[in-house]
């Protein structure tokens, strides 16, 4: 019997009203606003991390040619939402932010693309940071940077980074077919070191380092936008050592935004999510062979399904969680206009797709709570408030952020997981975790890039439905596997590497 079939028998009551979210944007102390002109109509990321320790997560917002925010969580375990403004340096033209430790040192730090030359903050802890740029040796380019994914090669004591450049904001003849080329930075001594270009580029808006083979060789897959490249350009994958483009799989063309990835079909690899203008496009991962998902799959939200706008939706940032904790992941999407393009919906609400015991999507934003009709860029679906459902925070264009807490009812057990290893690479990026029940195996890999514009370093969460007796183990970078150990229900495990 497979594992949703297993699932449907054992709890078919679970969360049977279905999700349920309500809207707590009152308890940022700004309304903020990813405001700017053309050279922001992408972008609007929010990364999603801890960096006070009291495993509540913090939120930083990319402003655009307003100042991107570092907002401090106060919210009451279980309760309202609640923010306080944070200190970070000043910083416009700020695009997005992806956390990561990057020395090592068990703070997390910030790399921040922007429209002009990216920044990396260093974390000090108690959600102090300061700028690193110099310190660390990041190269410098006066570019238009809007994806980023970062590893750890072996042995290595930095991470490898890659960055993506959209259009060429100096090309005289663009910004049709007028790409930029992208950057692989690898790791140097105490920082950053060798750059290598990733040319011709096809626009990049999103870019996951993944092992998608599950053969211990992480890959660079790279989504691209048609809108600009126009002609001649696809979805990419790379191999990192040596950097390689991949050949031998069935290109891809599409208004590539955002992208994402989780195992869906319980036999540990990836699928791939990639958000778009009109159909968004799952892919089935059959071995390192990517295969697209029928229609009948529910997952390609192609028009508004509230609003009475009948025109093809814009997809941005995709991102999959349990949102009601049955154990099967659910799929969000942001959604908005780029601007007034008159071919798209302008009344494109945020789609929320939960995942059913056959697994197949079906729509719920409207019944949700959800479907509001801002320009939704950047976006984490994430636990806020501790309480062990994902709530979801969303950055709009030229309209204020909102943020939503999940207050489903009947919602199943769930566990939280944290892997953490001594030394370079303290929180194990490249390892997966999986967990088994009677109803099977989830597998979840940490990684660092993916959505659109900002991505999360936090706990990997895993619905459980009815059960309450789970094991999980980590399979560590590199390969070694560690011993399965008995699940907490309720709470988020720090599983420390021997």
Not at 379 to 401: E, F, H, K, Q, S
């Amino acid at each position: 019997m497979s594992r949703a079939a297993v699932l449907l028998a054992l709890v078919p009551s679970l969360a049977a009203a279905g999700p349920a979210f309500v809207d707590d944007s009152a308890g940022l102390p700004s309304q903020h606003v990813y405001s700017g002109g053309w050279e922001h109509f992408v972008g609007g990321g929010v990364a999603a991390f801890d960096c006070n320790g009291d495993d509540l997560p913090e939120l930083f917002a990319a402003g655009g040619t307003s100042p991107a925010e570092l907002f401090v969580n106060r919210s009451e375990r279980g309760g309202a939402l609640r923010f306080e403004r944070g200190a970070v340096p000043e910083m416009t033209g700020v695009t997005g932010a992806y956390p990561l430790d990057a020395d090592s040192d068990g703070n997390l730090d910030l790399f921040v693309l922007r429209v002009g030359p990216n920044r990396v903050l260093r974390g000090l802890g108690d959600c102090r940071f300061e700028d690193a740029t110099e310190a660390w040796g990041l190269p410098q380019r006066d570019a238009w940077s809007t994806a980023f994914a970062a590893t750890w090669e072996p042995g290595q004591g930095w991470p490898t980074v890659f960055v993506g450049n959209y259009v060429d904001r100096f090309d005289p003849d663009g910004p049709f077919e007028a790409c930029d080329s992208s950057e692989l930075i690898r790791p140097g001594e105490g920082g950053f070191g060798k750059v290598e270009t990733i040319e011709p580029g096809w626009c990049t808006l999103s870019a996951l380092i993944s092992d998608w083979q599950r053969s211990g060789t992480p890959e660079l897959r790279l989504s691209n936008d048609r809108h600009y490249y126009v002609k001649g350009g696809y979805e990419q994958m790379f191999r990192l050592s040596p950097l390689e483009e991949r050949t031998d799989w069935a290109k891809v063309s599409l208004w590539g935004m955002g992208i994402a990835s989780r195992d869906l079909t319980g036999d540990g690899l990836p699928e791939v999510m990639m958000t778009s203008m009109g159909d968004q496009l799952l892919q089935f991962n059959r071995g390192g062979k990517f295969e697209d998902a029928p229609y009948a799959q529910g997952t390609t939200a192609h028009r508004p399904y509230t609003g009475g706008d009948g025109r093809p939706s814009t997809g941005w940032h995709a991102e999959f969680g349990d949102v009601d904790n049955d154990g099967r992941a659910d799929l969000f999407i942001s959604k908005g206009n780029v601007d007034q393009m008159p071919g798209m919906a302008m009344d494109d609400p945020n789609s929320l797709l939960m995942q059913g015991a056959d697994g197949t999507f079906t729509e719920t934003g409207e019944t949700a709570g959800i479907a509001t009709m801002e320009r939704s860029r950047g976006a984490a679906l994430a636990d806020l408030n501790g309480d062990g459902l994902l709530d979801l925070a969303v950055v709009n264009r030229r309209a204020p952020m909102e943020l939503w807490r999940n207050v489903t009812e009947g919602a199943g057990h769930w566990v939280g997981a944290l892997p953490l290893q001594s030394g370079a690479n303290r929180d194990a990026v490249g390892a997966w975790v999986e967990l088994r029940d009677a109803s099977g195996v989830q597998a979840q890999e940490v990684t660092i890039g993916g959505g659109h514009a900002g991505g999360s370093a936090l706990p990997l969460h895993f619905g459980l439905g009815a059960e309450t007796e789970a094991q999980l183990r980590v399979i560590w970078p590199g390969g070694e596997a560690g011993d399965w150990q008995p699940v907490r229900p309720g709470e988020v495990m720090r599983v420390e590497r021997p």
